[in-house]
């Protein structure tokens, strides 16, 4: 098998012009006129709209190409496009190859006749999405998201693009993903499906591969390299157009989730040949792990607990959506940035949401890499669609196979999911006009019956789940708390007090959210300072959920004081954020016997917005972030506060059994301890201790009440782990002082030391350094009166101690409305 890029030498221009603009490949043309100065930054003011013509013209790429020697004598030469997006039609040479119409498909096409040894031209033309979509629903409207273009469940096409309630509406277009030609003489491993057996502690692995135009006695050889470096082989021969092989694997290295154990990969080879000629050969990362969904009956319903190795673990992480709207620019450090944050905020489950697309090879690489683990949806997502089209059926089943195919073999790969909250929109949406009563039967027999088949057929051993949210039971009860996994947003779209989360016990909760803008840093990307106010219009453009920043606004004045100045607001709006998620997983992981997972929503971003990510567009942390590394931590202390009851609980995610104490103090905001104990503490694995409850009425009264902390914190020995802390009222009623916070720094093998303490009690007290972007051992953390608390960064490259020093901030909540 010989191969040949042909992502050279690209031009585009808008059709109907004469002038042709250089172009790069994998791109698109959003991108490409960027890099020209030809529009401006989308994601700057409101120039999402002043570029939507972009996405409403038409656009042609052309190249000329030579066929280098080794790929021009093969017998067969085909053109594979691994991604066009969207709408394309492709010409070699004058001739017309074909038209596609799904950006998740590979398109390929004879083009041996074709061909000539020097000066191929090949020309992709792009309809508009906009365009098509906008007439097919005209034609035939289909409910989608308010926040959208019409009409693009018509286009299997990423949803999100058209626009979403933190999306621009900036659909891409253009070449994507690599093309190149592909060129052998008769035979090729067309398909290669590789399964893993655990029995007894051994491992075997097989593979059943597919060849194309078997004319000879062929061999295939499955080679595994195990992560020593050590090597095993076995061969076949066989006649037919498809074989099978097995090898046990000496000394099996298990693959386990982040904070779990190690994530060892097994290299693995499939190489098909004819006598010493190798013809073709495919190669895949691999990590040896059983994994399995275990819905059991129980005293609450029925159980939604992954688990993996026999292991039953408590799934914590986020949703994944594209992490730029234009995601050919996206780098691979920045990925990596993105991955590697979710697992040093303890995070083992990552799900790719049904609005985004089937990720990339190196999304999948770095989850295995890792022990990040991928609920994966189909790219289906709050609309209906329409799957009584044959022909879009059609195209739906090969995009299923082809994706599925792709990404099988995954260690990271836990469930496939059919789409998002699309039975949850028949079940409770505004969906039940007879108009539409056909194609809702068309939803049960696609989602309940069809894709399942196809996902049972194509990948037997990775559960297949309808919907998210489902109750596992068509139509009924789609987020209900006894069986299957729910969607929780009272709490923002419904205006409830973040204490409405311990109201719920879902058996998964695998969404939920509250907004927060992005850091200031982040904001003077996009917004002069003279926009920065709440509902300036540049603030509002960058809001894409109806009433989002009133509803942001209204919760924060619930519990904070109105903030003095924009910088206050931007603060509390992000520790207001943090509060409340961390409010609600604390409450979940304390019921882990009920509730087997969170994952709110959402990691990311895909441009500057507010929104409800933890980590915004440029992968800065926001607060949740480091709520995050510390309510996902394996071991947690949370306080559960009732006032005046206060009452403290350990939860574990540990391989093991864990002893040590808790100690706990009443305190005023000045450090003096009222009352205060210490008590041993013990938490099994996966396991949660109610160490102590304790009644404080009689500390309290009207005026206590606004003076008095409640201080826990978990030892090992004399290190003292972690520390919360609960008070008796809302934080903006606290009789907060100016805390007089002070800082120290130090710096030492490129790592910078900074100690702070306070002479009263600092609340969510935020560390920053000017000009550089870090990532601190602790943030937006409660610094106790008189208690000295010392976090670390990484010292920005090129700086000195005295450099630090002047650009180092902290500030708490009293700063935000004291002068």
């Known amino acids: 098998m010989q191969t040949q890029s042909l992502t050279s030498l690209w031009q585009f221009r808008q059709l109907g012009s004469t002038e042709w603009l250089p172009a790069q490949v994998p791109g698109g043309v959003h991108t490409d006129l960027l890099a020209l100065d030809k529009i401006p930054d989308p994601f700057v003011g409101d120039n999402e709209k002043r570029v939507a013509w972009v996405a409403e013209s038409d656009w042609e790429y052309h190249t000329t190409f030579n066929v280098q020697s080794d790929v021009f004598e093969r017998k067969q030469i085909w053109l594979a496009c691994d991604g066009l997006d969207t709408l394309a039609s492709i010409t070699l040479n004058g001739k017309q190859l074909g038209e596609t119409n799904n950006m998740f498909r590979q398109y390929r096409f004879d083009v041996k006749p074709l061909l000539k040894a020097e000066n191929n031209e090949l020309v992709i033309t792009f309809k508009s999405p906009v365009n098509y979509v906008t007439e097919k629903n005209n034609a035939r409207p289909m409910n989608g998201v308010p ?40 035979t090729r491993i067309t398909e290669v499906h590789l399964r893993q057996n655990h029995l007894n502690g051994s491992v075997t692995v097989s593979a059943r591969v597919d060849v194309e135009n078997v004319h000879a006695p062929l061999s295939t050889t499955l080679l595994v390299t195990a992560p020593d470096g050590s090597e095993q082989a076995e061969s076949i021969s066989f006649t037919s157009t498809s074989g099978f ?136 997502s709050c609309s209906i669609y329409p799957l009584d089209e044959p022909e879009f059926l059609e195209n739906v089943r090969v995009e299923v196979s082809e994706n599925i195919r792709r990404i099988r073999h995954r260690a990271s790969l836990a469930l496939w999911c059919g789409n998002n909250e699309m039975e949850q929109g028949w079940a409770e949406w505004n969906w039940q006009n007879p108009e539409l009563e056909t194609l809702k039967a068309v939803y049960d027999k696609f989602f309940h019956h069809t894709l399942k088949d ?262 090992e020995g004399e290190t003292c782990l972690t520390r919360q802390m609960a008070f008796f009222m809302p934080t903006k009623h606290l009789a907060l002082k100016d805390p007089q916070i002070k800082s120290k720094l130090s710096v030492k093998n490129g790592v910078l030391s900074i100690e702070v303490v306070s002479k009263s009690l600092a609340r969510l007290v935020e560390v920053s350094l000017n000009g550089a972007d870090v990532v601190f051992s602790d943030n937006y953390f409660d610094l106790p009166a008189q208690t000295k608390v010392t976090i670390t960064a990484p010292m920005p490259a090129g700086w000195d101690l005295k450099k630090a020093k002047a650009a180092f901030n902290v500030r708490s909540v009293y700063d935000t409305y004291s002068n």
């Open 245 to 380: 092989i097995s090898m046990q694997i000496q000394n099996p290295q298990l693959w386990w989730p982040n904070g779990l154990g190690a994530q060892p990969l097994y290299q693995v080879r499939v190489v098909l040949s004819e006598a010493d000629q190798t013809l073709d050969e495919k190669k895949y990362q691999m990590g040896l792990r059983k994994i399995e969904l275990r819905q059991e009956a129980d005293e609450w319903g029925k159980s939604f607990t992954f688990v993996v190795n026999d292991h039953p673990f408590f799934a914590k992480g986020a949703d994944w959506i594209p992490a730029d709207s234009f995601p050919t620019r996206l780098t691979e450090e920045s990925l990596e940035g993105l991955i590697r944050s979710a697992v040093d905020s303890h995070q083992n489950m990552l799900r790719v949401w049904g609005g985004g697309f089937y990720e990339e090879e190196r999304f999948y690489d770095l989850c295995d890499r890792y022990g990040i683990l991928i609920w994966q949806d189909f790219i289906f």
């Open 454 to 715: 196809w996902c049972n057929a194509e990948d037997p051993d990775t559960t297949y789940w309808a919907s998210s949210p489902s109750s596992d039971t068509p139509f009924e009860n789609p987020n209900g708390q006894i069986q299957g996994d729910a969607h929780y947003w009272d709490v923002w779209h419904g205006g409830k007090p973040f204490t409405a989360y311990r109201n719920q016990y879902p058996r998964f909760m695998s969404e939920f959210g509250f907004q927060a803008l992005p850091p200031l840093e982040t904001i003077r990307t996009f917004a002069d300072e003279s926009e920065w106010n709440m509902t300036s219009y540049i603030m509002e453009q960058h809001q894409k959920n109806a009433s989002g920043n009133v509803l942001m606004v209204r919760q924060m004045l619930d519990t904070f004081r109105l903030p003095k100045d924009f910088e206050s607001l931007v603060y509390l709006s992000l520790v207001l954020q943090a509060e409340g998620i961390r409010y609600g997983v604390e409450h979940w992981r304390r019921h882990t016997k009920r509730v087997s997972g969170t994952l709110y929503w959402q990691l990311n971003d895909c441009w500057q917005v507010a929104s409800w990510s933890s980590l915004d567009y440029f992968g800065r942390w926001k607060a949740l972030h480091y709520a995050a590394r510390r309510f996902y931590a394996p071991l947690m202390l949370s306080i559960e506060d009732a006032p005046p009851k206060q009452t403290i609980f350990i939860s574990s995610d540990l391989m093991k059994d864990w002893s040590g104490k808790v100690r706990w103090a009443l305190v005023d905001l000045d450090g003096k301890v009222l009352e205060s104990g210490e008590k041993a503490a013990s938490v099994s694995t996966n396991g949660v201790t109610e160490v102590e409850s304790l009644d404080f009425s009689q500390h309290l009264n009207l005026d206590s009440r606004r003076e008095l902390a409640f201080m826990a914190e978990l030892w």
């Open 147 to 186: 926040q959208a273009i019409a009409g693009g469940p018509h286009l299997r096409k990423a949803p999100c693009q058209f626009g979403w309630d933190w999306g621009p509406q900036l659909p891409p277009i253009g070449i994507w993903k690599d093309i190149y030609l592909e060129a052998y003489d008769s």
